[in-house]
């Protein structure tokens, strides 16, 4: 039984030249959004702050730093009170992760918060 799918039905009599119908504007690459700067140390949180809890906030949801959170989804939505995140995406699926208005990061998950230096 021949179902004749054999090779290609492209015309391939005329030769085919570099040029294409796509506009010289459109190939152009486009400037990627700045991407955060890289961290020249890094230390453990030893005790409670308010920049410990952001940073345990946004690492819980994957993300090293409020930078590389920025560069992908923006600003964060805080709470007006105490500042601090209220609604964060998650790195890996992007779902909805809600915090609370008080602290979250208790004592026995301070040794997991990563601080950042450039």
């Known amino acids: 039984m021949d179902f004749g799918i054999s090779g290609s039905r ?3 009599s005329t030769p085919r030249t570099n ?8 190939t152009t690459r486009q400037a990627k959004p ?3 700067m890289k961290p020249t140390s890094m230390t453990r ?7 410990v809890e952001e ?4 690492q819980f949801c994957g993300w090293q730093s409020l930078d590389e959170y920025v560069t992908s989804f923006g ?6 009170d105490t500042n601090f995140i209220s609604k964060l995406r998650k790195k ?9 208005k008080t602290r979250e990061c208790e004592d026995k ?6 601080l950042y230096s450039v």
């Not at 949180?45 to 920049?51: G, H, L, N």
């Open 10 to 12: 492209v015309d391939t």
């Open 19 to 26: 040029q294409s119908s796509i506009p010289a504007a459109a």
């Open 34 to 36: 700045t991407t955060p």
């Open 45 to 51: 949180a030893k005790d409670w702050s308010a920049d």
């Open 55 to 58: 940073a345990f906030r946004l």
């Open 75 to 80: 600003e964060p939505e805080r709470w007006a």
């Open 92 to 100: 890996q699926n992007g779902f909805f992760v809600y915090w609370k």
């Open 109 to 114: 998950d301070l040794r997991k918060v990563k």
